[in-house]
């Protein structure tokens, strides 16, 4: 899973390779999940974001990332949940 690298210039490659952004772990998690409960970085967050992250997929509590991170404080987060990808065809 691309989540599992310690090394985000590497998961940024392969994410441009064409890895899923939305890949979900044995935890139920996707990357964008691990990375609020871990409270990585704001800009790894907005990588995943970049290559199309949907924020509507449900985590093991049943919470989509979208909707932790408007729960934020931080503006920033709240501005990046509305850049999420939902999924959705218009």
């Not at 392969?14 to 935890?27: C, E, R, S, V």
Request: proline share 6%; net charge neutral; hydrophobic share 40%.
């Amino acid at each position: 899973m691309v989540r599992n690298w310690p090394d985000f210039a590497a998961a940024e490659e392969l994410l441009k390779l064409g890895a899923d952004p939305d890949a979900i772990d044995a935890k139920g998690m996707t990357a964008l999940h691990a990375m609020l409960k871990k409270g990585s970085d704001k800009q790894h967050s907005g990588m995943f974001i970049g290559h199309g992250a949907r924020g509507d997929l449900p985590g093991p509590d049943g919470l989509a990332a979208a909707e932790i991170m408007r729960r934020k404080r931080d503006p920033e987060f709240r501005h990046m949940a509305e850049q999420l990808n939902t999924g959705s065809r218009i």
